[in-house]
Each structure stands twice: as structure tokens, then as C-alpha cells.
């Protein structure tokens, strides 16, 4: 019978070493068929299985145990899907003691192959299945590398299957991780094997810039930004006691070292930090400073920050600016040297005749004395004080000269509109004529001020001094990056996808650095303990009356915390590409799954993206849907 006349309603899809369903939802999302038989020795991988798999038949059991001619019952098998256990090949296996037996696994491929004849046959697993060979002694016999493995694909072929493999990369097809598996397909059919082309790539690659691929998806795109992360100066009770979580507290000396030496890379040291949006709703909380602000409300939910190092008190000429990554002066007997960020403020304007001002990327001018009022960071326009008769506006543009200073105070920020309190109107600009005038009072004038994001206060005037600084940071920015807690890296950007998720998973951690408004009352608890960190971990030498500072949108910020919380059990499964609305916690009769088998389950399990690209490009006849989540799924099997 040629491929022409396979009626491929009459074939089965086999899903051995099924796990938590991996493999399984990427090929249904792939399909939208049903998997139809899902084998597994594990009794909870079996109940997540089938609570997400309801159409599926399944068996407890070894693969061995299995008797692939009783459970297809004359039925063809078009996919039969292999992924056994892979932790006796892993690196992360390291120099412990491995069982040969978990290692021959693979042997049930021929099995299958030999008695029902699937028509294509994918397997799955660590890139180095390649090296099985014999074990002695509970290690493999290095002068032996690759023979088993090249026996088992000439017993493959010997069978008649055409045989090819390659290593994958989950975030080219999709997946927000970049987890690397060995992937193995074989067909008996005839036809040729194919290997799916990517459809993402790393943002700076040239497929990318030239539309041709879409970006690797981000871990930002992971996280669940409303939920709280605690302060690793906090102690555990407080933590209990604030957020009702259980946390480790006080962090061990490795974990503190990676966090500091992360926030030293990712937040003081990078070009690109990555925000996180604080007061906007919706999935995406966060941003790389590159892409556009999203809309601006009436809270302070952006800051950039690009650390420099600034020479306060030296006299004579010369740029005082410098890389923070470059060594400090010489160290006198006065604090003369800080770091300072300037973001998002476009122009430095000096109180002198005739100074039309400077970008804040060039040195600040001469300071003066008579209480430091001769530089000014400005946006918006320019309001004039003076009493002058006439209709000329009191106002200009930043570009332009400031007038004759004298001794009084004569300019001030200005942002206004003017707001009307009747019919749809929104209000209207300040230099536009004011609208018809009625018998009520219906017009008024709206100013930029600072808001408050606590309490009943509502906020003060931007000429103003910014109000205390509480614990919670209501005027604080935040930046935010990933940690590793395994391997000899500290972490990773949030604009990256996350990288491979292990089966204990408790290796990914997020931290979010706060930075604080300074002011006469800020409270600068926390920051000790912060330049003992970055002392102690990142070669800082800072001393007990320096403090980092950056620029963020014309004012002065401080690192006041520094956060960090494990990533939950469903982000960690959207960083493997499953669908939301997969069941990780419970099975179908209500029990009840503890993270640590949330998070095994998900370690352990393909990334769905694999599956599915693998599928579209070896079983197309199969593939004329697309589907997305499991309840788009249940619709099409349900029709």
C-alpha cells in the first residue's frame, strides 16, 4: 500500500513515557486529534495525564510491560512518540553512579518497531543520548562512547526505517526558554524525513532584523508581575507576616553573592535595563527601554537608569564623567565621587545670561554658591515670574536663552492644560483661546504634580520636595532581572528567554531592584546592607557616606531594596510553552498536587512547541487547524 492510500482516520497516536503531557498537548495542538494511547510507571504522571487528556486511553505501567500488538488492537499507528528518561545521560547527572537499565530505555523503540510498524517514529531526549554506551561499574566505559548508541540505529534501520537526528532549541519555535533537546526521527513510509524551520531567533540575529523571523519570546513574558517579591533583608516571620508566604531568610552566602554580582550587571552596569511597568494592568508589566513607553498615566510607572561616575568636588577642567567600569580617582580625605544615571531629563539649562543650556550627556557647568540654584533639569516649557505689563507670553521653549536673572526666584516648571467640567469635551491646551465662558465656573487648570500612591493623600506640587519614602516604595521605580542558582552564571536578562527548567526547578528566581526618590526623609535602611553586598561581591569599594544615585526622569533615585521570590510553578510551565489553562495542581478527582510535583512534572516534561513543530512538518495531512489552548482543543474534538 503507497502513502497515497493510507487512511490516516485509521491510524493511532502512541505517546510512551507520556509524563505530565508534554509531548501529547503539542501534538493535539498541533492535530487536534486525540492522543489515543499514553503509557507511564509514574501514578501521579499518569492522573496529570489524563486530567488534561481526558480522551486519552492510559496505562500505569512500565513500557515493558506493554504489549504494543494487545493495547493497538490491529489498528495502525501513524506517530508513535518516545521520550524516555534522560537523567542517566545529563550533564546533570555529574559524576554520580548511573543505571544501566534506565539507559536501555530506548530499546523499547525497537520493540514497536519491530511488531507494529509505526509509520513515523519521533524520540526525544538530552543531547548526549549520542554518547550511550556500556556501563561498568555504574560508569560508562569512556574508550566505549556511542556503541550502543550506533548499534541501536543500525537494529533501526536494519527494520527498515530511514533514521536522522538533530539538537533543537525551544525558543526557535516559540517556546519563552532555551532549553536544547536531541531529537530523533524515523519513518518507514517512503517519504523524506523534515526538519521544522525555525520561526524565531535572538532578537539581535539578521533573520530577525530583517523580518524574516519573529524574536525569542521573553521570560518578562512569563512572570506574573502582581505577585510580590519579598525583600532578601526581610526575615522570614515579617515575610509571613506581610505576604502570608514562606520564604528563606536569611539567604544563603552563594545565593546572596549571585544576587548582588546579577544587580551589579543587570542594573547598575547595563545600557539596557529592563522596567517594569508598575501601574499598568494587563498580562505585560514590563519593558526593554528600547521599545516605545506604552501610554503614560497619572502614576509614575517608568525609569531608566545608565549609571555613570561623577567627580563632585574636584576643581579645573575636563569631562567629570565617567564609565562605572572604570577605576576611580585618586581617594581623598572627602566623599568626592558618586554615581549618578541621567534618563528621560533632555536638557540641563544654567541660570546665566545668555546660557541656552546643554544636553545632560555633556559635564554640568561650574557650580556656584548661593545655595547650588544654577542648574536645573527641564522638560516641558518655561514659565516667567516677572510682573512685566503687556501681552507678551510668559513663557518659552527649552532652547531658548533664559532672561536676565536676578535675585529673585523667577521660573518654574510648567505642564498645563486647561480642563473643562461639562459635555464630552477632554480639555484643551494651554495656548489654545479658552473656550466660550458660561454662567458656571466650568473651566480650571490642571498642573503637573507628583501623586501619592497611599493613603488620602493626593499628592504634592512638583516644586515641592518629594514626600517621605515608606516601605512600600509608592514613588519607586523598579528594574528586574533573572537568577540562576545553578552553574557557574548569576543570572540573566528578563528581555531573554529563560533558560532550560530542571525537574527539582528550584534554580530561577526573580529579582526586582527598587529604586527610591531621594529626599531629606528617605530612608536609607536597606542601603548599607546593599553597599556591603556590592563590596563584598563585586569588587566595590564604597565607603559609609557614598551612595549610587541615578537619574530617572529629572530627579535623584537610590537603591532602596532589592527583592526575590522563586518563579511559580505555572510560570515556570509557561516558560516550557504550555497553554494557561493546562491543570498543573490537581488531578481530574480533585487531589490536590504539592509545587515540588508541580514543578517535577514540568521539569520532566517536552516543551509542547517541539511537539507541535515537529508534527507540522513530518504529518502535514494531519495538521489543517490551529489551536492554542486546551479548551480550544476540547471544542474541536467535542465537534
Known amino acids: 500500500m503507497g502513502i497515497g492510500q493510507i487512511n490516516i482516520l485509521e491510524e493511532i497516536i502512541v505517546d510512551n513515557f507520556a509524563g505530565g503531557g508534554g509531548a501529547s498537548t503539542g501534538i493535539e495542538l498541533a492535530t487536534g486529534r486525540v492522543v489515543d494511547i499514553a503509557i507511564n510507571h509514574d501514578p501521579d504522571a499518569i492522573l496529570m495525564h489524563r486530567t488534561n487528556h481526558p480522551h486519552t486511553t492510559h496505562y500505569q505501567a512500565s513500557v515493558w510491560d506493554v504489549d504494543p500488538v494487545e493495547v493497538c488492537r490491529g489498528r495502525k499507528v501513524g506517530l508513535a512518540w518516545f521520550s524516555p528518561d534522560c537523567k542517566h545521560f545529563s550533564k546533570a547527572k555529574g559524576g ?14 525497537l520493540r514497536w518497531a519491530g511488531t507494529v510498524r509505526p509509520r513515523v517514529i519521533i524520540l526525544e531526549n538530552v543531547e548526549e543520548f549520542q554518547t550511550w554506551g556500556p556501563v561498568r561499574k555504574g560508569k560508562p566505559v569512556k574508550k566505549r562512547t556511542g556503541q550502543t548508541f550506533r548499534k541501536w540505529l543500525d537494529q533501526l534501520r536494519n527494520l527498515g526505517y530511514s533514521v536522522e537526528w538533530r539538537e533543537l532549541v525551544a525558543a526557535d519555535y516559540g517556546a519563552p526558554t532555551t532549553r536544547k533537546r536531541f531529537f530523533l526521527i524515523a519513518r518507514c513510509d517512503g517519504q523524506p524525513i523534515v526538519w521544522p524551520t525555525p520561526t524565531h531567533a535572538p532578537a539581535e540575529s539578521p533573520e530577525v532584523k530583517a523580518g524574516l523571523k519573529r524574536p525569542w519570546r521573553s521570560a518578562a513574558e512569563i512572570i506574573d508581575w502582581s505577585l510580590p517579591t519579598p525583600s532578601i533583608f526581610d526575615s522570614k516571620e515579617s515575610i509571613k507576616e506581610k505576604y502570608n508566604l ?6 544563603r552566602p552563594n545565593t546572596m553573592a549571585r544576587v548582588a554580582r546579577g544587580g551589579d550587571k543587570f542594573v547598575i552596569k547595563t545600557a539596557s535595563p529592563f522596567l517594569v511597568v508598575v501601574n499598568h494592568s494587563g498580562e505585560f508589566r514590563g519593558q526593554d527601554p528600547e521599545v516605545p513607553l506604552q501610554t503614560v498615566t497619572s502614576k509614575h510607572g517608568y525609569g531608566v537608569a545608565m549609571p ?10 575636563g569631562n567629570r564623567c565617567r564609565s562605572v567600569e572604570s577605576p576611580t580617582h585618586t581617594q581623598v580625605s572627602k566623599a568626592e565621587e558618586c554615581v549618578a544615571s541621567p534618563v528621560l531629563s533632555p536638557w540641563t539649562v544654567t541660570n546665566t545670561t545668555n546660557s541656552t543650556g546643554h544636553p545632560v550627556s555633556d559635564p554640568v557647568d561650574t557650580a556656584r554658591t548661593g545655595g547650588g540654584g544654577g542648574q536645573m533639569f527641564l522638560s516641558a516649557s518655561l514659565v516667567q515670574y516677572h510682573t512685566e505689563q503687556g501681552e507678551r507670553v510668559r513663557g518659552q521653549g527649552l532652547d531658548a536663552p533664559l532672561l536676565t536673572v536676578d535675585a529673585s526666584n523667577r521660573y518654574g516648571l510648567s505642564a498645563v492644560c486647561l480642563e473643562k467640567y461639562y459635555g464630552t469635551a477632554t480639555g484643551q491646551g494651554s495656548g489654545e483661546p479658552l473656550h466660550t465662558i458660561t454662567a458656571k465656573d466650568r473651566e480650571g487648570v490642571v498642573a503637573a504634580s507628583l501623586s501619592k500612591f497611599y493613603g488620602g493623600v493626593v499628592g504634592t506640587e512638583m516644586s515641592q520636595p518629594l514626600p517621605t519614602v515608606t516601605s512600600i516604595d509608592h514613588n519607586a521605580v523598579q528594574m ?17 528567554p529563560l533558560s532550560t527548567v530542571t525537574a527539582s526547578g528550584a534554580h530561577h528566581g526573580l529579582v526586582t531592584t527598587t529604586v527610591a526618590p531621594v529626599s531629606s526623609e528617605s530612608d536609607l535602611k536597606n542601603w548599607p546592607k546593599i553597599r556591603e553586598l556590592l563590596n563584598t561581591y563585586c569588587g566595590y ?12 526622569s529629572g530627579g535623584l533615585y537610590f537603591m532602596s531594596d532589592i527583592g526575590l521570590r522563586m518563579l511559580t510553578p505555572r510560570e515556570l510551565y509557561r516558560a516550557n510553552g504550555f497553554p494557561d489553562d493546562y491543570i498543573i495542581d490537581r488531578d481530574y478527582t480533585g487531589r490536590e498536587y504539592g509545587k515540588a510535583k508541580q514543578v517535577a512534572r514540568c521539569g520532566n516534561a517536552v516543551p509542547p512547541p517541539f511537539a507541535t513543530a515537529l508534527v507540522r512538518a513530518n504529518l502535514p495531512e494531519w495538521c489543517g487547524l490551529t489551536i492554542s489552548t486546551m479548551e480550544e482543543f476540547e471544542e474541536v474534538v467535542a465537534v
Open 480 to 496: 528586574a532581572h533573572m537568577a540562576k542558582f545553578y552553574g557557574t552564571e548569576f543570572g540573566e536578562p528578563m528581555s531573554r
Open 96 to 109: 554520580k553512579p548511573v543505571d544501566k537499565n534506565i539507559r536501555g530505555l530506548a530499546w523499547i523503540v
Open 246 to 251: 514562606t520564604a528563606q531568610r536569611p539567604l
Open 541 to 552: 569599594d564604597l565607603q559609609e557616606n557614598e551612595v549610587i544615585l541615578f537619574l530617572i
Open 308 to 317: 555613570v561616575m561623577v567627580a563632585i568636588g574636584q576643581t579645573g577642567g
